[in-house]
Nanobody, 120 residues
Framework: QVQFVESGGGLVQPGGSLRLSCATSGFTFSSVDMAWYQQAPSRKERWPVATIDTFGKTKFFDADQKARFAISRDNEKNTVALQMNSLKPEDTGTYYC????????????WGQGTQVTVSS
């Protein structure tokens, strides 16, 4: 059974930092690319923030977030992390992780996500 458990979110002031973590199980973590997704408040869709492939190569989908965020993975612990620095109000949302195969989301199941709120 594939599972994702996200954690590390919270309420932070603009300019602050958070480190999100996602614990995974039920699949061979080291063999798949991983990604973080953001779901804005009151929006249904999730869009990718960053991916990391099996070799550790990273990709970001927004240049501004690329300058402030870092994605990493630990194949020993089957976890993926998102370090978020210099947070802005537009970073507010629920963050999820999932695996990717090619450019597609690998699994239909999602975790509960972790809420990030950036506000003064």
């Amino acid at each position: 059974q594939v599972q994702f458990v996200e954690s590390g979110g919270g309420l932070v002031q603009p300019g602050g930092s958070l480190r999100l973590s996602c614990a995974t199980s039920g699949f061979t973590f080291s063999s798949v690319d991983m990604a973080w997704y953001q779901q804005a408040p009151s929006r249904k869709e999730r869009w990718p923030v960053a991916t990391i492939d099996t070799f550790g190569k990273t990709k970001f989908f927004d240049a501004d977030q690329k300058a402030r965020f870092a994605i990493s993975r630990d194949n020993e612990k089957n976890t993926v992390a998102l370090q978020m620095n210099s947070l802005k109000p537009e970073d507010t949302g629920t963050y999820y992780c999932n695996a990717q195969v090619g450019a597609q989301i690998a699994f239909d199941s999602w975790g509960q996500g972790t809420q990030v709120t950036v506000s003064s």
